[in-house]
């Protein structure tokens, strides 16, 4: 990407953040250059580089790959002089970078009995009591719910995975707080992949390697958030297997997190996929629209706590739950937001203000995924020619994957049938509407289309 190209999206960028967002956030950005599906941008503080990730992030990566497509992430550092380390956003808007993690910000309250294993405070917001429970994450809460009873180890590990934001930490660290009320002797030790790596390597340097080994063996439960972050770092999964090993071998539990199911981690060890896939593998799917609502409604009676008596009108969580992304921290950040910028220019809650206030949350995550995104994808998953998917003929091989696209199309943007239809070739809307009917009805009755539509859906949710 060249310097023209960025100065190019950053255009775009202004038109979708709006000038003041444009001015603070985005114009500080310098591009430093792009290798191996990474581009560095240099910014003047860490701060910046977390707040700028966490909040437009995925947007500029989605902007970035709209001339790029090869660019999997971005990641900014700070300047040398500011004292930080560099700052790594991933697709998943978070950070590489220990101490900084965007995600971890200073945590009341902690758990474990034993200081030393105070590695990474708990949140002490993340309880089960809080957790908004709905079809995508049952199975994963029951499953949880099951661990923190503390009863005989009957799985072991318990591995966790889906998307970004979906809950994976929050039932973790409810996991801890119900197993610490209910036993609090036992020593349980949270702790991100990535910081389990920082304590390997200072232990290799300061010649601990004695305490560092026997400190995690002796804990009685150790969870492991984010156990991608180990792979490709060989002597931190070498260590890894062996702590793992041996809690399994004392029958410890183990409870490990990940961003998609053991087998798919790329560069991971295959002794290390085989020892995490030996419990229970659940997954977190993307949240419907009945779980954002949930989790909407659940939210916003705590900030009604904070913010006594301002009104909400009617329908402003169903119109968030409709229009704002599966990532359940995104819809937290913006009802955040909406609830400080209603209280300080004291109004009620109403349409017009949700959306003039999140006008550019709800932009970025109506542009999120594009009709050419979906035909990209669409094609991929059949195989088949993007050119055979749009264009003409009629073979089942290509009208099927064709009728798949534009269900999505439809459910998944806000174009309408017209517009779809123009972009598959010029077709009319009632090919797009009688498409659409089609794959309804076979997604019930054919389990493959099912199947292919939960996997499609997920990689284009990403
Ligand atoms: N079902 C839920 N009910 C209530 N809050 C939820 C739920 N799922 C997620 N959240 C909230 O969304 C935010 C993000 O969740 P969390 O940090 O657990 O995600 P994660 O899956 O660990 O994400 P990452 O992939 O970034 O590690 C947290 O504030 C969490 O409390």
Known sequence: MTQEQWGQLKQELLKTVGKNNY???????????VSDGVA?????????????????????????NTVAPQIRRVKFSAAANSGHSPTSVPMTAKSE???????????????????????????????????????????????????????????NPLFLYGGVGLGKTHL???????????????????????????????????????????????????????????????????????????????????????????????NLEERIKSRLQCGLVVDLHPTDYELRLGILQSKSEQFAKTYPGLEM??????????????????????????????????????????????????????????VEEIQRQVADHYNIRLSDMIGPKRLRAFARPRQV???????????????IGRRFGGRDHTTVMHGVKRIEELQIQDGQIAEDLEILRRTLEG
């Open 23 to 33: 001015t603070n956030w985005i114009e500080p950005l310098e591009l430093s250059g």
């Open 40 to 64: 560095t941008f240099s910014v003047p503080t860490s701060f910046l580089g977390n707040y700028v990730s966490q909040n437009f992030g995925d947007l500029i990566l989605y902007q970035m």
């Open 97 to 155: 970078s220990g101490e900084q993690h965007p995600k971890a910000p200073a945590r009341s309250g902690s758990a474990g009995s034993d200081d030393r294993l105070n590695t990474a405070p708990l949140d002490e917001r993340f309880t089960f009591d809080t957790f908004v429970v709905g079809k995508p994450n049952e199975l994963a809460h029951a499953a949880a719910k099951r661990v923190a009873e503390g009863g005989p180890v009957t799985f």
């Open 172 to 266: 973790m660290h409810a996991i801890a707080w119900e197993l610490k009320s209910r036993r609090p002797d036992m020593n349980i030790l949270y702790l991100s992949a990535e910081q389990f790596m920082y304590r390997f390597v200072q232990a290799l340097r300061d010649r601990k390697m004695m305490d560092f080994k026997e400190l995690f063996r002796s804990v009685d439960v150790l969870m492991v958030d984010d156990v991608q972050f180990i792979a490709g770092k060989d002597s931190t999964q070498e260590e890894f297997f062996h702590t793992f090993n041996a809690l399994v071998d004392q029958n410890k539990q183990i409870i490990i997190s990940g961003d998609r199911a053991p087998g798919e981690i790329a």
């Open 313 to 370: 009108a009617d329908g402003v969580l169903e119109f968030l739950a409709h229009r704002i992304s599966t990532n359940v921290r995104v819809l937290e950040g913006a009802l955040t937001r909406l609830f400080a910028f209603a209280s300080l220019v004291g109004h009620k809650i109403t349409l017009e203000l949700t959306q003039d206030c999140l006008a550019d949350v709800l932009r970025a995550s109506e542009r999120k995924i594009s």
């Open 405 to 419: 696209a534009m269900y999505l199309c439809k459910q998944m943007t806000s174009r309408s049938l017209p517009e």
